[in-house]
């Protein structure tokens, strides 16, 4: 492998791994917060996938650039109203109750909606490649590139990273959050509505989901389906990573698509193995993840 | 042991059971039970095809029927996963006792129903599965298979890429990682090594089925920049390869073979450039060039089409196939026993070598010595014409079934390797858009 | 606690006559029942492990691990036999749950069920690609074995496997009843309700856990191989993780409390979605879906929650 391959590879990483950051720091925070795997965390990011691409489809005709906030417009649409959903009705009447439970009913949400977006947008293929054809292609080493992908999602990724660090780290609704996150008890004594911040924190998550689904939506086919595979390597990347760690999040989301990329040029066979070996080794040796830390186990 | 007894009391009373339906009249309606896919990536053929089957029913019952009886479907999904599927195969032959049944799209569940078919002495037509494996490896008698397989459907395509471009120096394959995309690409790799042992491959890229990206494939091939690349993907899958690829530029880069890309031409629209070779899993488009004069074939299309709001791909013929397959043999049934009511076993000796024609492409023969149908395969390039929004196939090839076809009795691919150059030079009408 | 007739033993004793007799007046059932009693098996594996308050998100991975045993088997040896089918899903999964469970027994709650992910993970994208032996996504058939040398007619088969199961089914059954009621039952028990006490006895949590895990995977293997041979194929999809949430799914359903939870709940699933898949091919998921909200909201003690509710309420009323 020469430097030519590697650095169309490590390329290719950035960018797969930008997707996955986006879609497993909403699992991540969610988990951080309210202790939930939230199973239907791959459905949200079909769903804003699938919004995203119809809304795109209904503005492109008036300015393909109206395409840009068709995007936001369908992730926050979606956090909001399937996300906001989730939390009220069907998690909150769980708080206190067995861990499995809450787990459990958002599996009951994933199959409902697996169900309702086949119900909703069919089954054959939609695609809506507007934003993705408006941003111009680059030429790395006389490869095509299309800049939306190598450029314009890092970017997003990052800005996500460094907001969520600033608002959760400077400012006061995210220092609501994380006092919830540190001590739930103490921090209700003091004031703190604790189902509100669940209820915000849900919401964020959820929409960092759709906004995966939607980011992702000009690349790909959108199919039944797509959101059973997500969930699980999104659930890797943030297990791996240790659940609640944003930057951790990131750094293996970045691990994770660089070696996927590395191994399609070296030896494409093993692709599918590569985030699940990865997990089980990492958990193996540290059980909260690479940058979770040890929790004191309270008896 | 009681277990054991009741066991053997339950085999006794399915026995009496299955002897006392022996009746002759003429039934009040056929019960034709068909699996399809509803749900999961491959509905994207399913969904058109229970259209198709459908309409084809309804019009079918309008004339008349099938010898006067109107024909009953049933329909069950092959995307609720093998236990459904098989569970709910059996109850539509053992509790709603359908007469027929059309199973499967994929081969998946071609493989799992087919002996149960066998098993529950049910005529099952096998009307879109396309691994020639499954009847190569056994004689059935209830099972037939009322289009072609996979050997003929890639030998199509590649006789058609070494007679359009033979000079090629290399080739990439990139195919879904399941038995289809695993057996197609053995197919036409064993031919290609056979008719042109020069040609080199140079990347063989099987990423997991519904992969929802490409991106690195696409790199991959852009830095290895092989003459042609080949792939057998469908639905989902390649759309999204043929968009990654074409935005690029490598759908500019190499010639690109969609060997089963005739279903998505619709779907890819403006996407799809020019000069792409398409095959089409049998003779089957839209406008058909032997056919597009034809006011029935005409009809047909444009009724799917209102229906459906895209024309028909090559699912919705290969059903046409089926329901032709079914009339034919009951007539022949009907006929062969003096005008009676035939029995099912009487339909299935008379569906054996049948011969039958949809009109919807080249009549289909049922070769007796293993139920594998003979359908012509056709194979074009991409062009763009004024008035559709999509490509249309043009420099259209029909290859003749019987040439191409492996004969009754040797696998596919010990018949493959026993190809010479010369085989490509064989005569095959090329008919313009 | 020994009581002997107590009414959910009744029911559990109805539930399996029922399963012995109902198929022979519907053929169909025959299939139907065999494969909710296999199901049940694994489940019970799943309730067992729910004593200790843990949640496997992984179990698909014994339940695949039987059934490509007899996949195996058939494929690269020939002439199989139902029983040698069965033992063979029963050691190998016990061996793979020996193995994993030495990891995992060391883990809680979340980090349990996430290492039990990870695992069958790993196994089931190793069935989806090493296509040339495991023959990929379209998996490997299993032909029709026979019973103590002894070979069948379909017909005949389908009664035979649904005895075996039956018969396999009341013996797991029993086993895990016995099993919890005896004194590693009700360690198993302590891991949930008090496990800094447990050690306190002198009594190593992790050894405990591990003896539960090891028998949840064998009845994982033993329900596998059943499947495999009444489906007549084992595919990667049994190793998937929706696989994995159906197994923790039924158990919630019918509820994790006792071990007839396992039927109960197998019973509702598969009895839903053959209905389902059969009348409204489009919306079965939706139908599941929306059952399991409404138990765990309103009947969170599963179906056989319900009955024992029932009945503490008419003891309340006298």
Redesign the interface.
């Known amino acids: 492998m020469n430097t030519?391959?590697a650095t169309?590879?490590v390329?290719?990483?950035i960018?797969?791994a930008a997707?996955v950051f986006l879609v497993s720091v909403g699992l991540s925070l969610i988990f951080g917060v309210l202790?939930v795997?939230n199973?239907a965390h791959g459905s949200l990011y079909a769903f804003g996938a699938y919004l995203a691409a119809t809304l795109s489809l209904a503005v492109a005709p008036i300015s393909p650039w109206l395409t840009y906030p068709a995007l936001i417009v369908a992730s926050i649409a979606i956090g909001v109203i399937c996300g906001g959903f989730i939390e009220r009705f069907?998690l909150r009447?769980?708080y206190g109750?067995?861990?499995?439970?809450q787990?459990?009913?958002t599996?009951?949400?994933?199959?409902?909606m697996?169900?309702?977006q086949?119900?909703i947008w069919?089954?054959?293929?939609i695609?809506a490649?507007e934003p993705?054809?408006l941003l111009p292609?680059i030429s790395v080493?006389?490869?095509?590139?299309?800049s939306y992908?190598v450029i314009l999602l890092p970017l997003v990724a990052l800005l996500t990273l460094l907001g969520l660090r600033y608002f959760l780290r400077r400012t006061l609704a995210g220092a609501v959050i994380l006092a919830v996150t540190e001590d739930r008890e103490a921090s209700t004594a003091i004031g703190i509505d604790a189902k509100k911040v669940y209820f915000v924190t849900f919401v964020i998550g959820a929409s960092f989901a759709a906004l995966g689904g939607a980011l992702?939506s000009p690349?790909?086919?959108?199919?039944?389906?797509?959101g059973?595979?997500?969930i699980?390597l999104s659930?890797?990347v943030a297990?791996t990573a240790g659940?609640g760690q944003i930057e951790g999040t990131a750094l293996t989301a970045l691990m994770i698509g660089l070696t996927?990329?590395f191994i399609?040029?070296i030896q494409?066979?093993?692709?599918?193995?590569v985030p699940?070996?990865l997990?089980?080794l990492v958990?193996?040796v540290r059980?909260?993840g690479l940058f979770g830390a040890v929790q004191v186990?309270k008896? | 042991m009681k277990f054991l007894k009741t066991a053997l009391a339950a085999t006794a009373a399915t026995v009496l059971f299955a002897g006392s339906a022996l009746a002759q009249g003429k039934p009040a309606e056929i019960k034709v039970g068909i699996t399809t896919f509803?749900?999961?990536?491959a509905?994207?053929f399913?969904?058109p095809a229970k259209a198709a089957a459908e309409m084809i029913a309804e019009d079918l019952n309008k004339k008349g029927g099938i010898g006067g009886v109107p024909v009953k479907l049933s329909f069950v999904d092959e995307g609720a996963g093998g236990e459904a599927l098989v569970s709910n195969y059996r109850r539509m032959v053992q509790d709603d006792k359908v007469d027929a049944t059309f199973a499967s799209i994929s081969s998946g569940s071609c493989n799992q129903l087919v002996p149960v078919a066998e098993d529950l002495k049910v005529m099952n037509f096998m009307w879109d599965c396309g691994a020639a494996s499954i009847l190569e490896t056994k004689k059935y008698r209830y099972n037939f298979r009322t289009q072609a397989n996979g050997t003929p459907e890639m030998l199509a395509v590649l006789l058609y890429l070494l007679k359009t471009k033979p000079n090629f120096k290399t080739i990439a394959v990139v195919n879904q990682d399941y038995a289809w995309g695993r057996e197609s690409w053995e197919i036409f790799s064993t031919a290609l090594k056979a008719m042109k042992p020069d040609v080199q491959v140079v990347a063989?890229?099987?990423?997991?089925f519904?992969a929802?990206?490409y991106?690195?494939?696409v790199?991959?091939l852009?830095?290895l920049r092989p003459d042609v690349v080949f792939t057998t993907s469908w639905?989902?899958?390649l759309?999204?390869l043929v968009?990654?690829s074409g935005?690029?530029?490598l759908l500019q880069q190499s010639t690109f073979i969609l060997a089963i890309g005739e279903s998505s031409i619709q779907?890819l629209g403006k996407?799809l450039p020019e000069g792409l070779i398409v095959g089409a899993r049998g003779d089957h488009w839209f406008l058909h060039p032997e056919k597009k004069g034809d006011a029935a074939f005409k009809a047909f299309n444009e009724a799917f089409k209102a229906k459906t709001g895209a024309w028909p791909i090559y699912p919705v013929y290969h059903m046409a196939q089926a329901f032709a397959a079914l009339q034919t043999a009951y007539d022949k049934a009907i006929k062969a026993n003096g005008g009676n009511w035939p029995t099912r076993e009487q339909v299935v000796d008379a569906t054996a070598g049948i011969e039958f024609a949809t009109g919807f492409g080249r009549p289909v023969t049922l070769r007796p010595e293993d139920n594998q149908g003979l359908e012509a395969q056709l194979v074009g390039v991409t062009k763009t014409v004024p008035g559709y929004d999509f490509k249309l196939l043009d420099n259209m090839m029909i290859f003749d079934p019987k040439v191409i076809t492996n004969p009754a009795g040797i696998r596919s691919v010990e018949w493959l390797k026993t190809l010479k150059p010369e085989f490509v030079k064989m005569d095959v009408p090329t008919f313009k858009q | 606690m020994n009581g002997r007739f107590k009414p959910i033993t009744a029911v559990a004793v109805v539930f399996f006559v029922v399963a012995a007799l109902a198929p022979l007046f519907v053929a169909s059932w025959a299939t139907l029942f065999a494969l909710i009693l296999a199901k049940g098996i694994v489940v019970l594996g799943i309730v067992l492990l729910?004593q200790a308050g843990q949640?496997s998100?992984g179990h698909a991975m014994f339940f695949a691990t039987g059934a490509y045993s007899a996949a195996f088997w058939g494929k690269y040896v020939g002439g199989g036999d139902i029983l040698l089918y069965i033992v063979l899903g029963g050691i190998s999964s016990t061996v793979i749950g020996l193995i994993v469970g030495m990891?995992v027994v060391?883990?809680?709650?979340?980090?349990f069920?996430?290492?039990n992910?990870?695992?069958s993970?790993?196994l089931?994208?190793?069935l989806?690609?090493m296509f040339h032996y495991t023959n990929g996504a379209d998996g490997i058939r299993v032909a029709r074995p026979g019973l103590l040398g002894f070979s069948f007619t379909p017909e005949t088969f389908q009664y035979v496997i649904l005895y075996v199961a039956l018969v396999v089914a009341i013996a797991a059954f029993c086993g895990v009843q016995r099993y919890l009621e005896s004194p590693l039952g009700h360690m198993l028990r302590a891991i949930k309700s008090n496990e800094?006490r447990l050690e306190y006895l002198g009594t190593s949590a992790r050894h405990v856990l591990l003896v539960g895990y090891v028998i949840s995977a064998f009845l994982g293997g033993v329900g596998g191989a059943l499947v495999s041979i009444i489906q007549q194929i084992a595919t990667p999809e049994f190793g998937f993780?929706?696989k994995s949430?159906e197994f923790?799914?039924i158990a919630?359903l019918g509820g994790g409390a006792h071990a007839f939870g396992a039927f109960a709940g197998a019973a509702m699933f598969e009895t839903v979605r053959f209905y389902a898949a059969a009348h409204l091919a489009?919306?079965?998921?939706?139908i599941?879906?929306?059952v399991?909200?409404v138990i765990?909201?309103y009947a969170?003690n599963g179906l056989i929650g319900l009955r024992q509710r029932d009945d503490r309420s008419k003891q309340g009323g006298h």
Not at chain 3, 106 to 111: A, G, L, P, V, W
């Open positions: 030519t391959l169309l590879a390329l290719d990483g960018s797969y997707l202790r795997v199973v069907l009447p769980l109750r067995d861990d499995v439970l787990l459990l009913i599996f009951a949400a994933f199959m409902i697996d169900n309702l086949r119900l069919g089954v054959q293929p695609f490649a993705l054809k292609n080493f006389g490869v095509a590139y299309t992908q992702a690349t790909t086919s959108l199919v039944p389906g797509m059973a595979d997500m699980v659930f890797a297990a659940l996927r990329a399609i040029y494409p066979e093993f692709e599918v193995l699940y070996l997990m089980v958990l193996l059980p909260f186990r008896i | 509803l749900s999961g990536p509905s994207v399913g969904v063989e890229l099987f990423p997991k519904g929802p990206d991106s690195t494939e790199s991959r852009l830095a639905g989902g899958d759309d999204t968009r990654q935005q690029r530029g779907r996407d | 729910l949640v998100f990891f060391r883990y809680r709650e979340i980090f069920g996430m290492l992910l990870a695992f993970m790993v089931w994208s190793l989806e690609k800094t993780w929706t949430g923790v799914f919630i489009d919306s079965w998921q939706l599941l879906g929306v399991l909200i765990i909201l969170p």
